[in-house]
């Protein structure tokens, strides 16, 4: 589901959001990969940082897949922006469960992402979630495009930026 009435992106523009929700199986989470590569074509990033975030977003499916409640859904939310490519997966979880962050798996997640973060938290926190306090482990990524990473950006219009004390 395509959706162009979220909120405005960080520069301003309405970003494009793009909603996945797969069975947690090994023979459906190719397509979430599938999808991100696309986008990433679509967007112009190079050929490894397309790799990259191939990779990235089947290591946090597996990852949310290993952890997930039942036969629980994972939802992927996919937002372009000038900059980049945000992306939030979750999936429905057992209270107190955490998204381990220890293990080969997180380091290469957080190797091939340029900002990563798990944690837990509700349906009503995530994107896509249906409002009430159900427990879910959320995996939440930025792929930025060359040259458009935030700290690169910051007095980018040629301002010199202080602050007071």
Same mark, same amino acid.
């Given at each position: 589901?395509?959706d162009?009435?979220? =909120?405005l992106?960080?520069?301003?523009? +309405?970003?494009e +959001?793009?909603? !996945?929700r #797969?069975?947690t199986?090994?023979?459906?989470?190719p %397509?979430?990969r599938a999808?991100?590569?696309?986008?990433a074509?679509?967007?112009d990033y190079?050929l490894? @940082? #397309?790799?990259?975030?191939r990779?990235a977003?089947?290591?946090?499916?597996?990852?949310?897949? %290993?952890?997930?409640?039942?036969?629980?859904?994972?939802? #992927?939310?996919?937002?372009?922006?000038?900059?980049?490519?945000?992306?939030? %997966?979750?999936?429905?979880?057992?209270?107190?469960?955490e $998204?381990?962050?220890?293990?080969?798996?997180?380091? $290469?997640? *957080?190797? !091939? =992402?340029?900002?990563?973060?798990?944690?837990? =938290?509700?349906?009503g926190?995530?994107? %896509?979630?249906?409002? @009430?306090? @159900? *427990?879910? *482990?959320?995996?939440?990524?930025?792929?930025?495009?060359?040259?458009q +990473?935030?700290?690169q !950006?910051?007095?980018?219009?040629? @301002?010199? !930026?202080? $602050? *007071?004390?």
């Amino acid at each position: 589901m395509a959706d162009t009435r979220g =909120a405005l992106a960080q520069d301003g523009r +309405r970003a494009e +959001r793009l909603e !996945l929700r #797969v069975p947690t199986t090994p023979t459906q989470l190719p %397509a979430v990969r599938a999808m991100a590569g696309d986008l990433a074509i679509r967007m112009d990033y190079d050929l490894d @940082s #397309v790799e990259d975030l191939r990779l990235a977003v089947d290591e946090a499916c597996a990852t949310l897949a %290993a952890i997930a409640l039942g036969d629980a859904p994972l939802t #992927v939310v996919f937002e372009t922006t000038r900059t980049g490519l945000h992306i939030d %997966a979750w999936v429905p979880t057992a209270d107190g469960t955490e $998204v381990p962050r220890d293990g080969f798996g997180w380091a $290469v997640l *957080a190797t !091939l =992402a340029d900002n990563v973060d798990g944690r837990p =938290a509700t349906q009503g926190d995530v994107p %896509a979630g249906d409002g @009430s306090g @159900s *427990a879910v *482990a959320v995996i939440s990524m930025d792929k930025y495009l060359p040259g458009q +990473r935030p700290e690169q !950006l910051v007095g980018s219009a040629g @301002s010199d !930026l202080s $602050v *007071a004390q």
